[in-house]
């Protein structure tokens, strides 16, 4: 039995519950935090945003996972990949094997004149680049800066007093791509195939997170043939 599916829906039930917990923090009245510390707000909310960055990051690991663990045996050092735990370094791996590394996201599901059906495109444009800054962006918001190192102080409270605007932005990014989105998965047989090499997709996960308040996401499976 394939259980990555059902681990992949897991995982998005997680994004969307932390997407949830930002909306909490984020809705609070002003001069009342839900921490009672606006500064431990946003620590709150950017370690959702990088939990969610890696959420996507294992997602993109179970959608391929022959593949990526053949790329991965490769290493001299650590070849396991179920020890992999680097956003950055994943996502990067991810990106050699297939095309469809990130979730895709999509509109609405169109009839079309000949009587089939397909996804509109989504608005919103996935990049590793926008991921991994976002992945970074937070880590930067988690760290105690030095307290003997005036600069470093001078930028982490210039960070400070954007939090609050760039949260909302990652957010409504992040939301914009994985609320309604597709993981494709390469088709790969591990006896005969390369981890590099071009592949057809064989699956599509289809997801959507549906009402912000329900601790639930819909999920369809497309398999190719």
Do not use: C
């Not at 039995?1 to 809705?27: C, Q, T």
């Not at 790969?188 to 997709?201: E, H, M, V, W």
Request: cysteine-free; proline content about 5%.
């Amino acid at each position: 039995m394939d259980i990555a599916p059902l681990l992949y829906k897991n995982s998005m039930i997680e994004v969307k519950r932390r997407f949830f917990a930002i909306d909490r923090i984020m809705g609070a009245k002003k001069g009342k935090p839900r921490t009672l510390n606006e500064e431990f707000d946003g620590e709150f909310m950017w370690l959702q945003l990088r939990k969610i960055v890696e959420l996507v990051a294992f997602g993109g690991i179970m959608a391929d996972e022959q593949r990526y663990a053949t790329i991965r045996a490769e290493a001299k050092d650590n070849p396991d990949y179920r020890r992999d735990w680097k956003v950055n370094v994943i996502l990067r791996k991810l990106a050699e094997i297939t095309p469809h590394y990130l979730p895709i996201p999509i509109g609405e599901l169109r009839d079309l004149e000949d009587g089939t059906k397909n996804f509109a495109a989504g608005e919103e444009k996935q990049t590793l680049e926008r991921f991994i800054g976002i992945y970074n962006l937070a880590g930067e918001h988690l760290h105690v800066p030095n307290p003997l190192d005036f600069e470093t102080l001078a930028e982490f409270q210039q960070r400070l007093d954007v939090s609050r605007e760039s949260v909302q932005r990652e957010v409504a990014y992040l939301k914009a791509v994985l609320w309604r989105h597709a993981k494709v998965g390469l088709g790969f047989d591990g006896a005969t195939d390369k981890p590099r090499a071009p592949g057809n997709p064989m699956t599509a996960w289809i997801i959507d997170f549906g009402k912000p308040a329900v601790d639930d996401v819909q999920m369809a499976m497309a398999v190719g043939t």
